[in-house]
T-cell receptor
Framework: DAGVIQSPRHEVTEMGQEVTLRCKPISGHDYLFWYRQTMMRGLELLIY????????DSGMPEDRFSAKMPNASFSTLKIQPSEPRDSAVYFCASSSGPLSTDTQYFGPGTRLTVL | DAKTTQPTSMDCAEGRAANLPCNHS???????VYWYRQIHSQGPQYIIH???NNETNEMASLIITEDRKSSTLILPHATLRDTAVYYCIVRVSYGNKLVFGAGTILRVKS
């Protein structure tokens, strides 16, 4: 299996621009997670989906952030408009279930820099 | 989820066992102890998890005290590639949130 795939791996944009991050979960996994990692706040959960439906978006920082999962094999995290404080590494993860025995597998991350 | 406390950093000689402690004194009966690690510039990687019994897999061993208030992750023969941040997380038996703390920076030195 290819694991969780994220694109792009690096993104540099200017303040005010729209940014779209993409994720392909492991085939057969019903849960998909978006995390953000910064030096100041560490690794934090933004939102997660079950069977393409958003379950918990309490970690989404503000209305500029939105996430969608149109099908079982694709999800996007969009920031519009982007701001310099959004600069971070964004990770996508997937798992096969909600139980403690269901491990979350992380992708390689997208490093976002907003100038 | 219960809070965990880990040392900020540790050093280990290559080839020796690395023992990483974690305190979780407020852990509940239905909470599991999970360990992940994050090698520089990579996504977090699952290592091992347990409820109350000691666990071992191809990567590591997890020793949980009888009162479950602390645990130790053991890498039996650390290599330079084990240099990473190690996160100890407690997680309810049914729930998807992984709450990451600051973790322990493990430096394996030759």
């Amino acid at each position: 299996d290819a694991g969780v795939i994220q694109s792009p791996r690096h993104e540099v944009t200017e303040m005010g621009q729209e940014v779209t991050l993409r994720c392909k979960p492991i085939s057969g996994h019903d849960y998909l997670f978006w995390y953000r990692q910064t030096m100041m706040r560490g690794l934090e959960l933004l939102i997660y989906f079950n069977n393409n439906v958003p379950i918990d978006d309490s970690g989404m920082p503000e209305d500029r952030f939105s996430a969608k999962m149109p099908n079982a094999s694709f999800s996007t995290l969009k920031i519009q408009p982007s701001e310099p404080r959004d600069s971070a590494v964004y990770f996508c993860a997937s798992s096969s279930g909600p139980l403690s025995t269901d491990t979350q597998y992380f992708g390689p991350g997208t490093r976002l820099t907003v100038l | 989820d219960a809070k965990t406390t880990q040392p900020t950093s540790m050093d280990c000689a290559e080839g020796r066992a690395a023992n990483l402690p974690c305190n979780h004194s407020t852990i509940s009966g239905n909470e599991y102890v999970y360990w992940y690690r994050q090698i520089h510039s990579q996504g977090p990687q699952y290592i091992i998890h347990g409820l109350k019994n000691n666990e071992t897999n191809e990567m590591a061993s997890l020793i949980i005290t009888e009162d479950r208030k602390s645990s130790t992750l053991i890498l039996p023969h650390a290599t330079l590639r084990d240099t990473a941040v190690y996160y100890c997380i407690v997680r309810v038996s049914y729930g998807n949130k992984l709450v990451f703390g600051a973790g322990t920076i493990l430096r394996v030195k030759s």
